[in-house]
């Protein structure tokens, strides 16, 4: 308010005889004579400044200026009218934004910078807090060469700092956005910040403005935190060590009024606070669990839940803190149990107050904001992970009551889902059977016990007792395969495979109890054929195949399909645009939090694990099953090198007959003999020809190790060439001896039986 109130001062009309020619100013700043001619004019620039038609002109003489105010640089009114200038022609708030990015540029050429970093050290007021504004509008325009200069200048960084402390409060506030700018991005700098008691000096001022109950001073102090802190671990060890997150809970203050109405400063605030602490407790190792332990026993955590799970009229409050509670909670087992011993009361009318899970499950169910909604999933998630008492004491709450319970009772968590999940075609809201089966998966998630306690526990209480009560795993069937059949709603479709996904891997006895049936197995392989329509389906069903592939070592369950298949219908799901949206960790909020997601990022992990592991698996069957096939038909081409060996031998033997024959043969005539002559002479030659090939043929097979099917056609035909030199050779002898010669028993056909040929089949 003050920056806005100075800025409409300054640019207030001023009297007719203001010069406003720019060319006539800047002669008088840079050549004049008469030194308060020379300050006049730099007074009438400042004014004419504010017009966005003269800034880029101004911002062509930034050298004149500088020039001008070391000249004058005693002279704080002179100074602080310069300054202010820079202010104006660097402000990018107004319509022309273009004019303050070259003029930015303009100044960073110029090397000028120092010079007004220098100024934060100056003894006027004014000029102190034109500065602060002026090194802001810099950094919002070039923010890594900025901060370098004054990261470099340590004289002028340390006057930054003690402004801080300055009794002024428009300048104190004008610094804090300063460091709002200079904070960001460089965890160097950020570290120099802190090391330089920043976060100690900032809630000092915030605690001065009254913390939860502040305005915009508290606000943008926690923005500078924020900055300071995300993703820092050295800072956030240094903020906890000396004691800040102690002082933090009365940022989160209820009064008596916020239930029913909070101003816009303290939803600010509240939300600041909340992003502050998700920073604190957002990763992994000792500095989240640290963080974790002094959030809670600071009663953080308290108020945290009043804000997530109390009755604040603000759907935007309860689901910022509710993201916050599943951060505080994660893997961390004294925060899970007092978050779950924390009582509220139920938005239901004529209800106790009811647990903190009970509450989660009245939220996801209950609510009209999907937002809220996923918040409380993601809380639900956070309780489960790591923690699997809690993960199979939600398991055994599924067991049905001995008897119908009074009105005025709640059901259990279990019952309340398995309700839910069951309701599928008669629930008006599509999401809630689905929000159940994810519900029921974190339960699963990981936690072999919790697994076969739901696959023991009956669901319904059979009213013959000669029938047997059915488990939840075969309810899950059920549901899927009616839901397939009957109607078109793949949010239940694609909740009940994920549950069974993670059911059964890791699970024995879960696999077992689901192979027995073989219809489970044959509906399976149908959604996951080449003729399967989504993706989605297909998808998991195939990775629900190949778990059970991994426990049975059976291709029978495959149902005529390979593990090739399975994965070719897993890369296709892991390639789709809704599975990567999935893929991709959103640890502050989803991209769009009215949205509902069909996975997420826990999930796709999982996805992804269990299908390089299937994968492995069907490389390795294929790898076995090349080398038996290699083995066989190494045995093959050896055999098949005898054949062709004794087939060498036997033309050898048809050559010297063909001498014999030129020689012996005295009755047919010249011209007869000559001709046939030639003819065998051509056959002999075919078939070394032929012979040559197959040679070929058979070094190419014994260097391949991939394609043994096409050597069993190649073998084939050979076989047939086999058959056919046979023949011929058996005309070839015929024709020797209507010729007149004589064949030797040595030179007999080579006959081979019928079982020989199988043998090579």
Not at 271 to 293: C, D, F, H, K, S
Not at 594 to 616: A, C, M, P, R, W
Request: proline letters at 2%.
């Amino acid at each position: 308010m003050a920056r806005e109130w100075i800025s409409g001062f300054m640019s207030r009309t001023v009297s007719i005889g203001r010069e406003t020619d720019l060319n006539v100013l800047f002669e008088r700043i840079v050549g004049g004579q008469d030194e308060d001619l020379r300050k006049r004019s730099i007074s009438d620039l400042q004014k004419l400044s504010h017009d966005h038609s003269h800034q880029l002109a101004i911002g062509e003489n930034i050298s004149d200026l500088v020039n001008c105010m070391n000249e004058f640089r005693d002279d704080s009114e002179v100074v602080r009218n310069i300054v202010s200038i820079m202010c104006n022609i660097t402000d990018g708030n107004g319509t022309d934004t273009e004019s303050p990015r070259k003029n930015v540029n303009l100044i960073v050429e110029d090397n000028s910078i120092n010079t007004f970093i220098d100024l934060l050290s100056h003894e006027d007021s004014n000029v102190k807090f034109y500065t602060a504004i002026f090194l802001t509008n810099m950094l919002k325009n070039d923010l890594e060469n900025i901060q370098k200069h004054i990261f470099d200048n340590t004289a002028g960084l340390s006057a930054l700092l003690d402004l801080l402390n300055t009794s002024a409060t428009m300048i104190r506030n004008e610094v804090v956005l300063l460091l709002l700018e200079l904070s960001k991005n460089n965890k160097e700098y950020q570290k120099v910040l802190v090391f330089s008691d920043t976060l100690e000096i900032l809630l000092n001022i915030m605690e001065e403005e009254n913390m939860g109950n502040g305005g915009h001073m508290v606000y943008d102090s926690l923005r500078v935190m924020n900055n300071l802190l995300k993703d820092n671990d050295l800072c956030q060890n240094h903020f906890r060590e000396i004691g800040c997150i102690d002082r933090l809970p009365s940022l989160l203050k209820l009064e008596g009024s916020d239930m029913i109405l909070l101003t816009k400063d303290k939803t600010n605030i509240f939300m600041a606070t909340l992003e502050l602490i998700t920073n604190l407790v957002l990763g992994t190792g000792p500095r989240v669990y640290n963080n974790q332990i002094a959030i809670s026993r600071s009663h953080i955590l308290d108020s945290v839940q009043k804000l997530a799970l109390g009755k604040i009229n603000s759907p935007e409050i309860r689901a910022k803190a509710m993201w916050t509670i599943g951060y505080i909670i994660k893997g961390n087992t004294e925060n899970i149990e007092i978050f779950q011993s924390a009582h509220f009361d139920s938005l239901a009318k004529m209800k106790s107050s009811q647990p903190s899970l009970l509450r989660l499950v009245e939220i996801i169910f209950g609510s009209r904001i999907q937002e809220e909604r996923n918040a409380a999933l993601h809380v639900f998630r956070c309780y489960c992970i790591d923690y699997e008492q809690g993960q199979i004491a939600v398991a055994t709450t599924i067991t049905p009551p001995p008897e119908e319970l009074p009105p005025d009772d709640e059901d259990s968590v279990g019952r309340i889902l398995f309700k839910h999940l069951t309701s599928w075609e008669t629930c008006e809201d599509v999401y809630k059977p689905f929000f159940a089966t994810i519900i029921f998966s974190y339960v699963l998630h990981g936690n072999r016990a919790s697994k076969d306690v739901l696959l023991k526990i009956p669901v319904e209480i059979p009213t013959d007792a000669n029938v047997s009560s059915a488990n939840l795993l075969d309810i899950t069937m059920k549901i899927l395969i009616d839901s397939i059949l009957k109607i078109d709603n793949t949010y239940i479709q694609i909740g009940l495979l994920r549950m069974l996904s993670i059911w059964l891997y890791d699970c024995p006895n879960a696999v077992n109890t689901f192979m027995k049936s073989a219809r489970y197995i044959s509906f399976l392989a149908k959604l996951c054929s080449i003729n399967a329509t989504d993706i989605n389906v297909s998808g998991i069903s195939a990775l629900i195949l190949g778990i059970c592939l991994q426990v049975s070592k059976s291709d029978k369950v495959l149902s005529g399909m390979n593990t090739m298949q399975l994965v070719s219908c897993m890369e296709k799901l892991m390639r789709s645009e809704v599975f990567e949206i999935g893929s991709i960790e959103h640890k502050h909020n989803y991209p769009d939090p009215s949205q509902i997601f069909l996975y997420d990022y826990e999930y796709t992990l999982f996805f992804e694990l269990v299908y390089h592991q299937i994968k492995g698996q069907g490389k390795q069957q294929t790898s076995h099953r090349i080398d038996s096939e290699r083995s066989s038909y190494e045995e093959l081409i050896e055999l098949q090198n005898e054949e062709i060996q004794t087939l060498k031998q036997k033309l050898n033997e048809s050559k010297t007959s063909l001498k014999e024959l030129q020689r012996n043969q005295i009755n047919a005539s010249d011209k007869q003999k000559d001709l046939q002559i030639t003819a065998l002479q051509s056959q002999v030659r075919t078939y070394e020809m032929k012979l040559e090939d197959k040679d070929d043929q058979i070094k190419e097979l014994e260097s391949s190790q991939s394609e043994y099917e096409i050597l069993k056609g190649d073998h084939a035909d050979l076989l047939t060439l086999l058959g056919e030199l046979m023949e011929k050779f058996k005309r070839y002898e015929e024709r020797v001896i209507e010729l007149g010669g004589v064949i030797t028993e040595s030179e007999e056909s080579y006959e081979y039986s019928d079982s020989e040929e199988s043998s090579y089949e």
